[in-house]
């Protein structure tokens, strides 16, 4: 497994902006897949965005497309989620995760996400969206 640090979360107003980061050393190889999730209390997890490390292909929840956008910096061993224009159903614990083997880009979508094989995530960092 790898292991994924996520920062950067917090408490904004609805219209503001975070954008939160993963640490991820050994991650970021241009062969598989990365994402962040979302989860609210006493609801299943959600998948909000990803994006393939080699191709750099991002595939976004329709929720938050247009209002967010996933990246990632390999030198810096980094995924990162901007998240603009804040909604209060955006609140959730927002994880990382990634998987550590080969990922075929064609499974890095959203669609797909119960192919994709993520199997490494962290902690997750507190986002809260007030109205």
């Known amino acids: 497994q790898v292991q994924l640090a996520e920062s950067g979360g917090g408490s904004v107003e609805a219209g503001g902006s975070l954008r939160l980061s993963c640490e991820a050393p050994g991650a970021l190889h241009s062969r598989n897949c990365m994402g962040w999730f979302r989860q609210v209390p006493g609801q299943e997890r959600q998948a909000v965005a990803f994006v393939h490390t080699g191709t750099g292909t991002p595939d976004y929840a329709a929720s938050v497309k247009g209002r967010f956008t996933i990246s990632q910096d390999n030198a810096k061993h980094t995924l990162y989620l901007q998240m603009n224009s804040l909604k209060p159903e955006d609140t959730g614990i927002y994880y990382c995760?990634?998987?550590?083997?080969?990922?075929?880009?064609?499974?890095?979508?959203?669609?797909?996400?119960?192919?994709?094989?993520?199997?490494?995530w962290g902690q997750g960092t507190q986002v809260t969206v007030s109205s």
């Open positions: 995760a990634t998987s550590v083997g080969y990922t075929d880009p064609f499974y890095c979508n959203l669609q797909k996400q119960s192919e994709t094989g993520f199997d490494s």
